[in-house]
């Protein structure tokens, strides 16, 4: 998105960022491309486990947010607010005097053509 952004500016269109802050509005934040999940019947469900667990923690936060720092990534969130500013750009960092709403709800999400898509794919493997 910031891409685009800078695209349409160096073209000359009249485009800006804005801030999300600048509203009255609570601010959306949601786990964007930092989302992961814990599949059923994996070969080592220990060892998912605790890769979770430390993705989730702090150190697996700073090393994610380390290894995504390319301007496509500058939004990427994290649910944390405990990282340091050194490796969360301004446009991502959390503010504790804000409250957030929650965009990656699972409840506003329609999951049947998910299940539709999952129940087709293990038919079709013969699982």
């Given amino acids: 998105m910031l891409c685009r952004l800078r695209r349409a500016q160096e073209q000359g269109l009249p485009v800006a960022e804005v801030s999300p802050y600048q509203f009255k509005e609570a601010p959306g934040i949601g786990s964007n491309n930092g989302a992961i999940v814990l599949m059923n019947n994996q070969p080592h469900p220990n060892t998912a ?37 050194s490796v969360v ?5 959390r503010r504790k005097d804000v409250d957030y ?14 299940g539709d898509l999952i129940a087709a794919a293990r038919q079709k493997s013969g699982k």
């Fill in 101 to 114: 709403i929650e965009i990656s709800r699972h409840d506003w999400i329609e999951w049947k053509p998910v």
């Fill in 89 to 93: 750009p301004e446009a991502a960092r």
């Fill in 49 to 85: 486990k605790v890769f979770i667990n430390w993705y989730l923690s702090r150190e697996g936060q700073i090393a994610f947010r380390q290894a995504n720092n390319t301007q496509e990534d500058e939004t990427t969130t994290s649910m944390r607010e405990d990282l340091p500013l």
